[in-house]
Structure formats: structure tokens, C-alpha cells
């Protein structure tokens, strides 16, 4: 036995017999492991193991897991929100105002779905929130750099640690998201993708899932490059390939090949490693995908969604550094598959996480929590703006 090391149930092993690995550690330090027996996956494993040691669950019943992104982005404006800090901040995005309990918006919105996607949250809870006023960012990309512009207050669904823009959850949680073909009205609807998710993650346990890496997207960027690549070199290791979107003009778009076909999030759940690349700005393909209890490779750490820094590395997904060549990916890959315990495991831990705490009252919760502590920041109490209109219902 080369190594131990177990919490509660669990136990990372390198032994047939996980019975003798509680055994052995039986009444000593939960944390403690031994290292008999050193191979090329010694310090992989190690980086398992301080992972999870360092790790402490979440066990919130509501949306404090995810409390210290609103804490950390609020934190920019401790010194308050006046109106002219407002006012800068009209042209970058749609100005939204709760009044005396109602929705108010500017007419023009950019993307309309996307409005509607984030009013879905805003209307049900107008009545437990203040008079407000807000500034929504339904880009792709967030507005403020903190190299660029001044302090203003946009709210946008992602960023990168450069940007001083207020996170809120995507419209696509309910609608508006990107319209493929298998998708025509747009990805949306995360309570109805739980479900099927979850029944698809069931039908297909882990043992009956194919030993291979699943990808399917468009070139948004080429970071997806070498994974593809590898996938035409080995495609018994990887299955990945790119699809059209509309900005298809032709095979260049999709690495010289003809698109392959789009492929369900439900069937992503046949195969045991699902990779995840950033988008244009993050992908909303990332929370699927841990629904289908595959191990999750993320590509990349700069961009992120406002419940990205509840999920750790190693603990909930294989994290893959941007830019990560062909054959740095196929280590890893190499890795899990000869640690299939430990791969094991780390699908559970991120399907766990994200079925308990990115349910659709997870969404309205935190929606709710940073409106209130907004609004607190205001330095002055809104009135209404005769040119916004009111929202009077929604889907
Ligand atoms: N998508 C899918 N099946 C496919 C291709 C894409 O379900 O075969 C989904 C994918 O999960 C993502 C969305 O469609 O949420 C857009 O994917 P794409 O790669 O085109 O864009 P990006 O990830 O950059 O947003």
C-alpha cells in the first residue's frame, strides 16, 4: 500500500481493498496517509490529496456557498453609489429599476431573450426587495476593466479577476441562451436540464460510461485546438470535434473538416471525461456537464460565472491550465484513467456540489441577497425614470 487517505467514507487507495484502507486507518488522523511506494502519478495524486485535505464542504442550505463572490465584487464600492456613478454607466448596458415593489426597464434591450431570462428572477422576488436601480450587462463581455474605466457599477454574468463588473447569474439559467440547432429557442431552462441530466447521469453509471474524453462546441476560440487535434490523432483516447455555429462560413471555421453534428448535453453523459474551454467569455456548457457525474477537465481559470469559485480544483473538476498543449492533456488524461478511483470520486464530489447548490433556488437566492446588498450601497434613495417601462409579467 502505497498510500491512504481517508474522509469519511472515502478513501483515495491504491489497493483492491478499500475495507483494509479504512482499517488502516482506523483511529488515526483522518488525514493521515502513508507513502510506500512512489510511481510517475505520485504527485498528481499528491495534489488529490492536499485538495481534498484542504477542501471543507459547503453544507449551506441556501446560497452562501456562494456569498463571497457578491462580497467580493460589492467590496469595490464600499465608498457608496451615487447617481452620477449610474448615470456612467448607462450606455453599458439596460437600466433596471425595482420601485415601490415593481419592475421597471428601459425599453431597448440588446438581446431581448436575455432580458427576459434575467426578469424571470427579478419579478418573482420585486416585492422582498427595495427600491433599487441597476445597470444589466447582456453582453458576452463585461464592461468595466479595471485598467480602462473608472469605478461603475454594471452587473455582468462573466468576467475575468480584470474587471470590476458585478456578477449576476445568466439569463440562460432560463432563457436566452446560445440557439444551436438542437437547442432552436436557445439553451435555457436549468431546472428542466437538471432533470434530464440527472436521469441521463443514471442510465449511465460509472462503469457503463466509455473510457474516452467527450467534446462537442464550435471554434469560439482555439484554445479547443489541441484537444480536437488529439482526438484526430487518437480517437480512442478523445472524442472531440467542432460543430458549426452561426458564424460558420466553412471547413476553416471548423479546422479544416467538415462541422460534426451537435450532440445533446443528455449523451454527453456516455462518456467519463467531458471537457469544459471558455467561450467568448465563460461557456454555459461548464454546469451541465457536472450533472452527468463524468469528470469534468476545465480548461482555464480566468473566466468564471458567479458560482465558479465554490468548485475547486481537484476537488470537484481536473484542472487544465490554458493553453495546455496535446500532450499535456493527454497526461492527464493517462492520469485518471490509471486512477480510476480517484476520477471516480472527483465526478461525484462535482456532481454533488452542483445538484445541492446550483438548484433554481439557489439562483433566485443569490439574486436576491446581492440586489439587497446593493441597493444598500446606493447613496441615495431612486425614484422612478419616466423613461423605463414597466415589466408586468414574464414566462
Ligand atoms: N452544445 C451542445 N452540443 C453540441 C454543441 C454545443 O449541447 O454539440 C451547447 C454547449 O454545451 C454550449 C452551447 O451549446 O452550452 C454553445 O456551445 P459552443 O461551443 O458553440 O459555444 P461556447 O461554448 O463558446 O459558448
Not at 447521469?201 to 473510457?211: L, P
Not at 460565472?305 to 488524461?333: D, N
Request: with cysteine; hydrophobic share 35%.
Amino acid at each position: 500500500l502505497w498510500f491512504c487517505l481517508c474522509r469519511s467514507e472515502f478513501c483515495i487507495r491504491n489497493s483492491d481493498d478499500s475495507q483494509d484502507c479504512r482499517q488502516q486507518v482506523a483511529g488515526e488522523e483522518l488525514s493521515k496517509y502513508s507513502r510506500e511506494k512512489n510511481d510517475e502519478w505520485t504527485v498528481l495524486r499528491g495534489k488529490v490529496l492536499s485538495a481534498f485535505e484542504d477542501y471543507k464542504e459547503c453544507s449551506a442550505k441556501n446560497c452562501s456557498c456562494h456569498s463571497g463572490v457578491i462580497v467580493n465584487d460589492l467590496s469595490n464600492f464600499k465608498n457608496g453609489i451615487t447617481p452620477q456613478m449610474i448615470k456612467a454607466a448607462e450606455s453599458k448596458g439596460t437600466k433596471y429599476q425595482i420601485i415601490n415593489h415593481r419592475l421597471y426597464r428601459a425599453k431597448a434591450c440588446m438581446f431581448p431573450a436575455r432580458c427576459a431570462g434575467v426578469e424571470h428572477f427579478l419579478f418573482k422576488m420585486k416585492s422582498k426587495l427595495p427600491d433599487t436601480e441597476f445597470i444589466l450587462n447582456t453582453r458576452d463581455w463585461p464592461q468595466i476593466s479595471r485598467y480602462h474605466n473608472q469605478l461603475q457599477p454594471v452587473f455582468s454574468f462573466s468576467k475575468t479577476h480584470e474587471y470590476y463588473d458585478i456578477l449576476y447569474p445568466a439569463w440562460s439559467f432560463w432563457e436566452g441562451g446560445p440557439a444551436i440547432k438542437l437547442y432552436p429557442t436557445g439553451l435555457g431552462r436549468w431546472d428542466r436540464h437538471r432533470e434530464s441530466l440527472k436521469e441521463a447521469s443514471d442510465a449511465w453509471d460509472w462503469e457503463k460510461k466509455s473510457d474516452v474524453a467527450f467534446f462537442r462546441g464550435s471554434r469560439t476560440t482555439e484554445e479547443r485546438d489541441p484537444l480536437i487535434l488529439l482526438s484526430r490523432e487518437e480517437p480512442s483516447l478523445v472524442d472531440a470535434a467542432y460543430t458549426k455555429n452561426q458564424a460558420w462560413k466553412s471547413n476553416a471555421d471548423t479546422l479544416n473538416v467538415p462541422p460534426a453534428a451537435e450532440v445533446a448535453l443528455e449523451d454527453h453523459c456516455r462518456f467519463k471525461y467531458l471537457f469544459n474551454f471558455r467561450g467568448v467569455a465563460a461557456s454555459f456548457r461548464l454546469k451541465h456537464l457536472f450533472l452527468c457525474k463524468s469528470l469534468v477537465f476545465h480548461v482555464g481559470e480566468e473566466w468564471f460565472e458567479f458560482f465558479y469559485p465554490a468548485l475547486k480544483p481537484w476537488v470537484h473538476y481536473v484542472p487544465v491550465k490554458s493553453g495546455a498543449t496535446k500532450e499535456e492533456i493527454k497526461h492527464l488524461l493517462t492520469f485518471v484513467k490509471n486512477n480510476d478511483d480517484i476520477a471516480r470520486k472527483i465526478a461525484e464530489e462535482g456532481y454533488t456540489f452542483i445538484w445541492n447548490h446550483l438548484q433554481m433556488k439557489d439562483v433566485t437566492c443569490y439574486w436576491r441577497k446581492l440586489l439587497r446588498r446593493y441597493s444598500k450601497l446606493l447613496t441615495y434613495k431612486p425614484s422612478l425614470d419616466e423613461k423605463l417601462m414597466e415589466v408586468k409579467h414574464t414566462n
